[in-house]
Each structure stands twice: as C-alpha cells, then as structure tokens.
C-alpha cells in the first residue's frame, strides 16, 4: 500500500518566556539576569507512517501535542528534528479562521481559501454554489466575515476544505462549535471522504464519535506515541478500561 505520510523522528520544541512585572524585569535587569526562556518539548522522537486510505484518530489528553504534530504534518510548524513526507494534495481544517481575512466577505473568502488550499479560480467558480450550499450560510455569503458566528466560519471553511479534493484531510477539533445537524452532515462527508479512498487523521475528543468513524487509533501522552491500533482499544485504554 503507498504511503500518504511518513514522519520519521519528529522532535518539536518551544520557546516559553514568562511573563513577569515591570518591577520583576528591572529587577532582573539591576542585577545583569536577562529574561528567563525555558524551553517545552511538545514532540519527542514521533515515529509513524500512514498509508494511503487510512482514518486515523490522533488521541491524547489536554497537552499531549496532538495538534502540534497536525500542523507539523500540515507544514504550519516545522520540526526542530525528524523529517515529515507528504503525498497528494493536503487540505487542513486545524484552527477555525485561519487562511480567512476579516474585513473581506463570505463569497471573497472562499476565493482566498481556495486559493490558498491549491485551487484555481476556475475551479472554486465552478464549485462555489456547492461550497455554498454545504456551507448553509446563503444568506450572510456577502457580509465580511469579521461578523459571522464560529461556528460560521466553521461551515465555511469545512466546506471549501471538503470540496478542494485533498488526498490527505486533516481535522482538529473544530467540529466542536458546529450545531448538531452541522455536525452530522460533516461526519457524513467525512464518511464519504473515506469511502472514496481519502486519507483523513482527526483529532477530537468525542472519543466514541471517532473510535467509531476511524480504523486506526493512535495515542500520544506527553508529546510520545504510546499506543497505535485498534481505535476502540486505544479508547478503552485512555479511558482506563484495559
Ligand atoms: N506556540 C506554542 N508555544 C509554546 N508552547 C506551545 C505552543 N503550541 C503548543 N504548545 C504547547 O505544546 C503542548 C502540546 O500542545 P498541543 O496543542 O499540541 O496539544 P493537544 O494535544 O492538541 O491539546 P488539546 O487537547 O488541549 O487541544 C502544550 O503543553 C502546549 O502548551
């Protein structure tokens, strides 16, 4: 089976630079001691390959380096260490209103959007009824976007992202600021995304809705890769039933 990504020692680090009072900078300062930065390791050493075909649930706890390792393979963040290959056409839907610009409507917006996931204009003309349509938002498509809802600028961008035709779709959370019936129609499409043979890894923690929509689980606990399996298993482990 050909390999949509292959993620070969991935190690990611952040700088943190507390916050502290003025008098605690002059302080420091006084006494010749520059600001303190610490750094975080968020990934340590992530070793996986995913094949073309593949759903797959990232699955962590808070701070685990779940969407850390999304934008690593959606090349947002780059690897301090390690090195990620991509396959195909990618099309993330990571945080909410990114690749958005505010002050510009609904209908510019998904000229930008799709512009941005590798789209022609041709194409997106072609497809923006249909975007549109999914999307449910008809009536607010020519008001700027500053003021749209989240979950909005949800339908919006999961309805490009959906119509762009990726190889590789990534999804965090995001669904979460859907209303129900929105979310039932994007698990659909999600469905119909993998019956057509598309990669898909998504992180949520819906953790039933997942284990049951993927058929490969994979855990991270403190930005390592702890379990890589059978969703449901992998559940029942975080859940501590195992
Ligand atoms: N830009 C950043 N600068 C500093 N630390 C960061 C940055 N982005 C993430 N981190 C840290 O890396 C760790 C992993 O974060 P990440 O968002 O990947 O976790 P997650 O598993 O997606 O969590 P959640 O379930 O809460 O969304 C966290 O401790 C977070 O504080």
Request: hydrophobic residues 45%.
């Amino acid at each position: 089976m050909a390999e949509s990504v292959v993620i070969q020692g991935v190690t990611k680090r952040f700088r943190i630079k507390h916050v502290r009072s003025l008098k605690e900078i002059a302080a420091r300062a006084m006494r010749g001691r520059p600001d303190q930065v610490d750094e975080f390791v968020a990934l340590t050493d992530v070793n996986l390959t995913i094949n073309e075909g593949e759903t797959v649930a990232l699955l962590g706890f808070n701070g685990s380096g779940k969407s850390t390792l999304l934008k690593c393979i959606s090349g947002v963040l780059t690897p301090d260490d390690g090195r990620i290959g991509v396959r195909g056409k990618v099309a993330g839907l990571i945080e909410v209103g990114a690749g958005f610009h505010p002050d510009l409507t609904g209908r510019e917006n998904v000229y930008l959007n799709g512009a941005i996931l590798g789209m022609t204009e041709e194409q997106i003309a072609e497809r923006f009824d249909d975007i549109v349509a999914f999307s449910e938002i008809e009536d607010f498509i020519d008001t700027e976007v500053k003021f749209y809802s989240s979950g909005m600028f949800l339908r919006l961008a999961f309805a490009v992202a959906v119509h762009t035709d990726p190889d590789l779709f990534l999804v965090d959370e995001i669904l979460a600021v859907g209303d129900e019936p929105f979310q039932r129609k994007c698990i659909a499409r999600i469905r119909e995304l993998r019956a057509e043979g598309r990669t898909l890894v998504i992180v949520s923690h819906d953790l039933n809705m997942v284990a049951d929509l993927c058929d490969r689980g994979i855990l991270l606990e403190h930005g390592k890769v702890v379990m890589d399996g059978e969703p449901h298993a992998v559940v029942r482990r975080m859940r501590g039933e195992d």
